[in-house]
């Protein structure tokens, strides 16, 4: 596709269910990173894939959080047992690993009730 | 301490005023240089990218980088409520291990500009 294309665009989950949101970066693009943005805040780190290489989960927040990237194409961002403070917009980007301009989708927005 | 420290602002300006938006870091090793631009529930848009000290400019926009002074600035001119959005820096580092080419953000700058 054109651009970074991130699904569903809007998520209504109770408490303590788990989520999958999806992400198919743009066609080619090596590095694919995870944030997460929380109302009037800034971007959160969350995971970065590169390549084949192992991905850096430095900023997942808690074992509950995981993320996988099949083929070194399309991601899965995994929420087990969703808490309400979960609530947040997750935005997927990609990149080329040697021309280091990111490209975001327009995110999902994730509402834990 | 943060690597990547942007003033949040808000910032407010009349039409047509001169913005500039500024980022320090604590990063040497950073070597390339973005600027975003975010309209509310969109995802950030990709403004300006640049890699060398110097100025890089792109229609109303100039993006600034002094590594000497790990500051980066983005200066808009001729400002226009349609400017008005959150503005985010980011960076990146060429150097190895599985940090390579992961972006670090600032917080981001709320500017409005209003008619």
């Known amino acids: 596709g054109a651009g970074v294309s991130q699904s569903p665009s809007n998520k209504v989950t109770e408490k303590g269910k788990d989520v999958e949101l999806r992400c198919d970066p743009i066609s080619g693009h090596t590095a694919l990173y995870w944030y997460r943005q929380s109302l009037g805040q800034g971007l959160e780190f969350l995971i970065y894939?590169?390549?084949?290489?192992?991905?850096?989960k430095s900023g997942l927040p808690s074992d509950r959080f995981s993320a996988e990237r099949t083929g070194g194409s399309v991601s899965t961002l995994t929420i087990q047992r969703t808490q309400q403070e979960d609530s947040a917009v997750y935005l997927c980007?990609?990149?080329?690993?040697?021309?280091?301009?990111?490209?975001f989708g327009q995110g999902t927005r994730l509402t834990v009730v | 301490q943060k690597e990547v420290e942007q003033d949040p602002g808000p910032l407010s300006v009349p039409e047509g005023a001169i913005v500039s938006l500024n980022c320090t870091y604590s990063n040497s090793a950073f070597q390339y240089f973005m600027w975003y631009r975010q309209y509310s529930r969109k995802g950030p848009e990709l403004l300006m990218y640049?890699?060398?000290?110097g100025n890089k400019e792109d229609g109303r926009f100039t993006a600034q980088v002094d590594k000497s002074s790990k500051y980066i600035s983005l200066f808009i001119r001729d400002s226009q409520p349609s400017d008005s959005a959150t503005y985010l820096c980011?960076?990146?580092?060429?150097?190895?291990?599985?940090?390579?080419?992961?972006?670090?953000f600032g917080q981001g700058t709320i500017l409005t500009v209003h008619p």
């Open positions: 980011a960076m990146t580092t060429n150097a190895g291990g599985t940090s390579y080419g992961k972006l670090t």
């Open positions: 980007a990609s990149s080329l690993i040697r021309d280091t301009e990111a490209f």
């Open positions: 894939f590169q390549g084949n290489s192992a991905p850096d």
């Open positions: 640049t890699y060398s000290s």
